[in-house]
């Protein structure tokens, strides 16, 4: 049974740092695309960070590019988000998702339904 088991949210002010981690079970992170998305109150999951199964290819969503960065530990089977420079409209429920169905290699997914696997979510909350 595949389980995906994120950690490291918190309340944070703006401008600080927090460090995300999606531990698996039941599968080896590295045998499939990853990604974390996060959803805000009232408004739909969007796509955060995506990695490629070959680790070669990242994607972020614009509002977070040069703040945020995914990582991954194929020895620990670990997925990391770093946050960096905070902002409040960073504030929602993140989420970890793995894909384990065939695709290229070298390719991210960045839609919620390519994804088969998700973790239960940590809150990140950022004040002004």
């Known amino acids: 049974q595949v389980q995906l088991v994120e950690s490291g949210g918190g309340l944070v002010q703006a401008g600080g740092s927090l460090r995300l981690s999606c531990a698996a079970s039941?599968?080896?992170?590295?045998?499939?695309?990853v990604g974390w998305f996060r959803q805000a109150p009232g408004k739909e999951r969007d796509v955060v960070a995506a990695?490629?199964?070959?680790?070669?290819?990242?994607y972020y969503a614009d509002s977070v590019k040069g703040r945020f960065t995914i990582s991954r530990d194929n020895a620990k089977n670990t997925l990391y988000l770093q946050l960096n420079s905070l902002k409040p409209e960073d504030t929602a429920l993140y989420y970890c998702?793995?894909?384990?169905?065939?695709?290229?290699?070298?390719?991210?997914?960045?839609?919620?339904?390519?994804?088969?696997?998700w973790g239960q979510g940590t809150q990140v909350t950022v004040s002004s």
């Open positions: 998702a793995a894909r384990i169905k065939y695709g290229f290699s070298s390719s991210y997914y960045i839609k919620d339904y390519e994804y088969t696997y």
């Open positions: 039941g599968w080896t992170l590295s045998s499939g695309a």
């Open positions: 990695i490629s199964r070959s680790g070669d290819n990242t």
